[in-house]
């Protein structure tokens, strides 16, 4: 009897489960469950209240009230997540590579990277494009991988694109701001300048500026001496995200040698051309570039020798600077091409016609500079030519000279150095003035940052200020 209860109560749970009522009398001696006739009334939904659920259901029929059931509404479906159709591949420019190349190489159509290559020139010359470039080139593919555009940023400050507008490829160019700063650097000349502005912090694009600054009056491979110090203020530019982008123009330099300080500062005169100028306000540009020649060691002087060819005494006429096959040679000041090409034992040469009866010619080159002619224009500064063994010559250097009224005189004597710059006065004197008290108060300011550094490259460091100038 106690084993058929209990099979009863499971039974019944079971049951009751299902919703339905079960009767006891109708449970059979084999325990098969038969559903009662009458059936309990579903159980009120979870938001009506039970006991007025209970009370309408006890009301008798006729009274009874309807009750409200909210039904189950499903949660709506998620939308699927939206997929960007746009696919974006990252290419980078190898050295000797093309643009087309590359584009090609990324899965771009020939014609497509053509037309995209059209329309980019007319914002980007594309020849000018480095090695190592990095290009994000787009796909689109709801519209079957087509190609519909590239990015790249060839500087800081500079974003270039290329897009498909339905019909055409278009370019743009976006320009980024970048903020100014100056920054100061000081240090002492050890063994070679180089090594000392490598120890300051100075970048060579900042060292090579300081050096044709000086060029005019400093022989640097004679001059320089251990003990002898420099300053240079120049500027540097930096993204939005304080990243430095590049450095600007030099806007105080100072060079001590033997203890004697030869100071210059940037200035632009009213309706002028920005230069550099003594504390007096007189320009610093001579008529002749002492050394036309960048990181060349003389290797003769003017006057009389043993010549290393005829091997008997000679008169040297010029100066001899050594340098590697190639190395650019600079014009010494503005002037006109007289002569350009093979002369005599010269070799590949060059004259230029200067004013005040004043020439200069450069021999031994490899060879002339594209466009060198007769009667070409140049600016002190441009590039003639490029170091060779040309004519009777034992090895690559340039041999320079300097002419007054057709004859050869000593490129370093008295005679040679004329000036050719303009002298400030009136009220440009007096703006230059105010520039020459603002920068040195600016490179005053940031010394106390500063230590003079003359030790193995990268042991020095720079300071920099946000200093607004002018």
């Known amino acids: 009897m106690g084993a058929l209860l209990k099979r009863i109560a499971v039974t019944s749970a079971v049951a009751l489960t299902l919703g339905g009522i ?35 259901a006890a009301a008798p029929k006729d009274q009874q009230v309807p009750v409200q059931v909210a039904t189950a ?7 699927p997540l939206s997929v960007d159709p746009v696919e974006r591949r990252h290419v980078n420019v190898g050295r000797g590579d093309t643009l087309m190349q590359v584009l090609m190489d990324g899965g771009v159509p020939a014609e497509s990277a053509q037309n995209a290559i059209n329309a980019l020139s007319g914002v980007f010359d594309v020849r ?13 593919h709801s519209e079957g991988d087509r190609f ?44 070679s300048l180089s090594e ?9 694009p900042v060292l090579d500026a300081f050096i044709k600054r000086y060029a005019y009056d400093v022989d640097f491979q004679r001059d320089l001496q251990p003990g002898d110090t420099f300053e240079i203020l120049f500027e540097r530019y930096y993204t939005e995200d304080g990243q430095p982008a590049r450095d600007g123009d030099i806007q105080f330099a100072s060079l001590t040698l033997s203890g004697k300080e030869k100071a210059i500062y940037r200035f632009q005169p009213a309706g002028g051309t920005a230069d550099y100028y003594t504390a007096l306000g007189e320009s610093i540009r001579r008529a002749i570039l002492r050394t036309p020649i960048d990181g060349a060691r003389v290797t003769s002087g003017f006057g009389m020798r043993m010549h290393p060819v005829l091997g008997y005494s000679k008169m040297h006429k010029g100066k001899d600077f050594g340098a590697p096959v190639g190395t650019p040679i600079y014009a010494a000041g503005d002037g006109v091409v ?28 490899s060879r002339v500079a594209k466009g060198m002619r007769a009667g070409l224009r140049v600016a002190q500064g441009d590039v003639i030519g490029y170091v060779g063994a040309t004519g009777r010559a034992t090895g690559p250097h340039l041999h320079f000279e300097v002419l007054r009224g057709g004859q050869q ?9 004329i000036d050719a710059g303009r002298r400030l006065d009136g009220k440009d004197l007096r703006q230059f003035q105010a520039v020459v008290a603002q920068d040195k108060d600016a490179f005053r300011d940031m010394q106390d940052g500063m230590t003079m550094v003359a030790g193995r490259p990268g042991t020095g460091h720079v300071v920099q200020a946000a200093v607004k100038r002018h």
């Open 22 to 56: 079960v009767s006891l009398a109708s449970l059979d001696d084999t325990g098969s469950v038969a559903m009662a006739p009458q059936v309990l009334p579903p159980a009120p939904p979870a938001d009506v209240d039970p006991e007025l659920a209970a009370a309408a």
């Open 73 to 79: 509404v499903p949660p709506p479906a998620k939308a």
């Open 128 to 140: 000018r494009m480095k090695a190592g470039q990095g290009i994000t080139v787009l796909f689109d």
């Open 148 to 191: 519909v555009g590239m990015e790249f940023q060839p500087a800081a400050e500079r974003a270039v694109s290329v897009a498909f507008n339905g019909s055409r490829y278009q370019a743009r160019q976006v320009d980024k701001p970048l903020e100014k700063k100056l920054v100061a650097a000081r240090g002492r000349i050890t063994s």
């Open 196 to 204: 000392a502005a490598s120890a300051a912090g100075v970048p060579y």
């Open 338 to 365: 007289e002569q350009a090409g093979p002369f005599s034992s010269y070799g590949n040469y060059v004259k230029l016609r200067h004013g005040n009866q004043m020439e200069t010619a450069y021999g031994h080159m």
């Open 409 to 417: 005189i000593n490129p370093d004597s008295k005679e040679a150095k």
